[in-house]
């Protein structure tokens, strides 16, 4: 079993940045690919990142290229995303994931999920 607790998000004007934190407990963080989702409002949830277990594959959503940077600590049983340039359509509950066999692009991979945390971009 892996725990998720995603943290980091709030609201935040249009042009601006934050950076989301996941942290991970339970079985061994590295032997999992790990990623981030969202779902906006009236949407269903999307793919936004992809990180390999190393840290060094690393796959992104058109919208979030060149914007958005996943990143991953196993020290620290943490991901990150960076995330830049936000534009209200950014706005969404962001969901930390986890597969322990594909890289995390798609949601029938995912085995643990994380709750959510909530990232507003105001106009």
């Known amino acids: 079993q892996v725990q998720l607790v995603e943290s980091g998000g709030g609201l935040v004007q249009a042009g601006g940045s934050l950076r989301l934190s996941c942290a991970a407990s339970?079985?061994?963080?590295?032997?999992?690919?790990m990623g981030w989702f969202r779902q906006a409002p009236g949407r269903e949830r999307e793919f936004v990142a992809a990180i390999g277990r190393l840290g060094l594959n690393k796959y992104y959503a058109d919208s979030v290229k060149g914007r958005f940077a996943i990143a991953r600590d196993n020290a620290k049983n943490t991901i990150y995303l960076q995330m830049n340039s936000l534009k209200p359509e950014d706005t969404a509950v962001y969901y930390c994931?986890?597969?322990?066999?594909?890289?995390?692009?798609?949601?029938?991979?995912?085995?643990?999920w994380g709750k959510g945390t909530l990232v507003t971009v105001s106009s």
């Open positions: 339970g079985r061994t963080f590295s032997n999992y690919f």
């Open positions: 994931a986890a597969a322990l066999t594909l890289i995390a692009t798609r949601e029938n991979d995912i085995d643990y």
